[in-house]
Nanobody, 121 residues
Framework: QVHLVESGGDSVQTGGSLRLSCEVS????????VGWFRQVPGKQRVLVAA???????KYADSVKGRFTISKDLAKNTVYLQMNRLTPEDTAVYYC???????????????WGQGTLVTVSS
């Protein structure tokens, strides 16, 4: 079973940058599709960025041009580089790994603890 641990969340000001990390164990990152998701209180968890096992990427419209998902296969780690952050990016961020269609639909029953990103104006 794939186990994921997110880290890197912090409090930043508008316009700042953060890089989130997701350590993957129990699976081979090179053959997994991965995704970053975020959730604010009272709302559904939504996909922010996805990377398929063939390196296709997909981004939510709200983060296109500002966020970049990447994988370091040697470290079995997935990153989310977030630039030009705004208060609307404030959320708990989660990663997950599995079939690409499950990534696109955020269709997982198991999630990690997430990492909190707070952007102040």
């Amino acid at each position: 079973q794939v186990h994921l641990v997110e880290s890197g969340g912090d409090s930043v000001q508008t316009g700042g940058s953060l890089r989130l990390s997701c350590e993957v164990s129990g699976g081979i990152l090179g053959i997994l599709s991965v995704g970053w998701f975020r959730q604010v209180p009272g709302k559904q968890r939504v996909l922010v960025a996805a990377s398929s096992s063939t390196a296709l990427t997909k981004y939510a419209d709200s983060v296109k041009g500002r966020f970049t998902i990447s994988k370091d296969l040697a470290k079995n780690t997935v990153y989310l580089q977030m630039n030009r952050l705004t208060p609307e990016d404030t959320a708990v961020y989660y990663c997950n790994a599995g079939p690409y269609d499950a990534i696109l639909q955020a269709r997982f029953t198991s999630w990690g603890q997430g990492t909190l990103v707070t952007v102040s104006s």
